[in-house]
């Protein structure tokens, strides 16, 4: 966030926002893991391929992108 918006860009698997891809995000992942849209456990951020789904391919962006700022 900067000045009252939030940039344009967002860092891949960076699921709280905070702009750091680490332990939080990773945890943000498997709370949400195996879940579809409208489910209760569902996190629309930890979506991060917009497919409706949290599922592997979500969590290899974690993964992938870990201790990335």
């Known amino acids: 966030y900067v000045a ?6 967002r860092l891949p698997g960076d699921i ?3 702009n750091l891809v680490d ?15 409208g489910q209760p456990a569902f996190n629309p ?3 991060l391929n917009d497919d ?3 599922d592997f391919a979500d969590l290899n962006l974690v993964v992938s992108t870990f201790n990335s700022s």
Request: hydrophobic share 50%; aromatic share 10%; net charge negative.
């Open 23 to 37: 332990m939080a995000d990773l945890m943000a992942a498997l709370d949400a893991f195996n879940t579809t849209d």
């Open 4 to 9: 009252g918006w939030r940039a344009a860009y």
């Open 45 to 47: 951020n930890a979506d």
């Open 52 to 54: 409706g789904a949290v």
């Open 16 to 18: 709280n926002g905070d």
